[in-house]
């Protein structure tokens, strides 16, 4: 079946570098993704989107790649601070009405 | 800011017995959902529900589920007759249109004993 998924579960990184977050996934009529954040406990939250006519796109202190070409989707955290330690999922949409979420990357930023 | 909110954030309840997960989304949105987490896993989709009706659901909505916007602002989703593996986060989020990012609420805790 198609699916979403992530590279790493794990990622560890010091404080103040950046942190970079793969997934790569298989449904090449896929025309939007999304990087959420989930916190312990809570739901989750909207960080960044792009769609598939784009090759990248940037906010504040974050940058998403999209390389339709070997379906790989990444997620850039410039200067990492304690505040970005999450769980971190990329989602496709996938149907007209759904986001297909992938396993998730856990980063823990060191002091 | 506007945002999606949940209740309750946990409820416990006996196997066997109807659950009623309670959710307003955020007023000017269109599109509704309903995904679960199972602990330490990803996230799922369940279903979506846009004018009235459901649009799209998963293999994990079956029978026992089901969904209805009975006024203006709430959006439930009922559990007929829960087991243990209904045990998860139930995460409600909406969005504008179809094609827009999703808004998640905090969800709700839901533990089957």
């Known amino acids: 079946g198609e699916s979403v998924g992530l590279h790493l579960p794990t990622l560890s990184v010091q404080e103040g570098d950046n942190s970079i977050i793969n997934c790569a996934y298989s449904?090449?009529?896929?025309?939007?993704f999304i990087w959420y954040k989930q916190e312990s406990g809570k739901g989750p939250q909207f960080i960044i989107d792009?769609?598939?006519?784009?090759d990248k796109r940037q906010g504040q202190r974050v940058t998403v790649l999209l390389n339709k070409t070997v379906k790989h989707l990444s997620l850039q955290i410039a200067a990492t601070q304690p505040g970005d330690s999450a769980v971190y999922f990329c989602?496709?949409?996938?149907?007209?009405?759904?986001?297909?979420f992938g396993a998730g990357t856990t980063v823990t930023v060191r002091a | 800011e506007p945002e999606v909110t949940q209740t309750p954030s946990h409820q416990v309840t006996q196997m066997g017995q109807e659950v009623i997960l309670r959710c307003v989304p955020i007023?000017?949105?269109?599109?509704f959902y309903w995904y679960r987490q199972i602990l330490g896993q990803k996230v799922e989709f369940l279903v979506s529900?846009?004018?009235?009706?459901?649009?799209?659901k998963s293999e994990i909505f079956d029978d026992q589920f089901s969904v209805e916007r009975p006024d203006g602002s709430n959006f439930t989703l009922k559990i007929r007759s829960t087991k243990l593996e209904d045990s998860a986060m139930y995460f409600c989020?909406?969005?504008?249109?179809?094609?827009?990012?999703?808004?998640f609420g905090q969800g709700t805790r839901l533990t089957v004993v």
């Open positions: 989020a909406s969005s504008v249109s179809a094609s827009t990012e999703a808004f």
């Open positions: 449904n090449s009529a896929s025309d939007y």
């Open positions: 792009i769609r598939s006519n784009m």
């Open positions: 989602a496709e949409h996938s149907g007209d009405y759904k986001l297909s």
């Open positions: 007023s000017n949105h269109l599109y």
């Open positions: 529900f846009y004018n009235n009706e459901i649009s799209e």
